[in-house]
């Protein structure tokens, strides 16, 4: 609105809008903030899908109980994940109307990986493929492929790991998930697909800032998914002799030992955090950060 026409229509405003302070929102989103579902107090002995990439300490910890240090679940977060179920269901929606397929909606399961030597333990691997298309009429490809079942996968993201970075150039600095899947969602839809015995597999990317969307479509590897089972047995293996991971990402804790910096300048040269550091629910715990005697 600009100033001229906020100025024709502020007596109007004045008389209709009630001033609110900081308090009184505050009061209010103390109420709308609160989580929907109560916390579970179950200790994890699991693994799930989205596991599988993540940092073995991390693993670690989680998967043998211990407490977060650096809870990240807050109402922000609370609310992006509200706007992607919002997304998904949308997309849902779309495949529903795909001809000659049945469209099965949030399918979970789980894949028991037994002992096996050299490892001590079992464990379950978890996970939940947000849809599945079955064909039903003969003659129905879709894209192409010749197949009778197809796992499918929906992402919501921002534009930045959307989009692939060019500089001035236009040489590529950064590869989006436009144009190329991010690891971790590669991983979880492979995991997905070896888990309902399925070859293919439909990457779904929703751009939240322009809702451009992009397909990636893969085929199963199972020597891949075999090396994630591995990694994640090795994790249960440690956790049995109690051996901590050595840390794979580097973080600089600041002087104070209170938070870890973005960034640490020594001489010349800037060094950075890994991102992994910075946004992990375990983040005081590996570090050593806020001791308190």
């Known amino acids: ?15 209709s809008i009630l001033e609110l302070t900081k308090e009184d929102t505050a009061d209010l989103f103390k109420y709308l903030d609160k989580p929907i579902q109560w916390k579970s107090n179950r200790t994890r002995r699991t693994f799930y899908a989205s596991d599988a990439t993540r940092c073995e300490r991390q693993l670690f910890y989680s998967v043998s109980g211990e407490k977060e240090t650096n809870p990240s679940i807050g109402p922000k977060q609370l609310k992006i994940f509200a706007l992607g179920d919002a997304i998904h269901e949308g997309i849902s929606e779309r495949y529903k109307k795909v001809g000659g397929w049945q469209f ?54 921002a534009d930045f790991p959307y989009t692939t970075g060019k500089n001035k150039k236009g040489d590529i600095y950064w590869f989006g998930a436009k144009d190329v899947p991010k690891y ?13 015995s399925v070859k293919y597999g439909l990457l779904h990317y ?26 994640m047995w090795e994790v249960m293996d440690r956790i049995a002799r109690g ?21 640490k300048k020594e001489g010349e040269k800037t060094f950075k955090s890994d991102w992994h550091c910075l946004y992990c629910n375990y983040a005081d715990m590996c570090w050593g950060l806020n001791k308190t005697e």
């Open 243 to 263: 051996e901590l991971p050595e840390r794979p990402f580097k973080a600089y804790p600041n002087k104070g030992k209170t938070a870890l910096q973005k960034t």
């Open 1 to 15: 609105m600009k100033i001229e026409e906020f100025d024709k229509i502020k007596e109007l405003y004045d008389e």
């Open 104 to 157: 099965y909606e949030e399918v979970p399961g789980e894949i028991h990986i037994p002992k096996a030597e050299p490892h001590e333990n079992d464990f379950l691997l978890h996970y939940r493929v947000d849809g599945i298309l079955d064909r039903f009429a003969g003659d129905k490809d879709i894209m192409g492929i010749d197949a009778d079942r197809m796992i499918l996968e929906f992402k919501s993201i």
């Open 206 to 231: 929703y751009n939240k800032n322009n809702s451009e969307e992009a397909i990636h479509v893969l085929k199963l590897n199972e020597t891949f998914v075999h090396d994630l089972i591995q990694r």
């Open 184 to 196: 971790d969602h590669f991983a979880q839809l492979q995991l997905g697909m070896y888990g309902e």
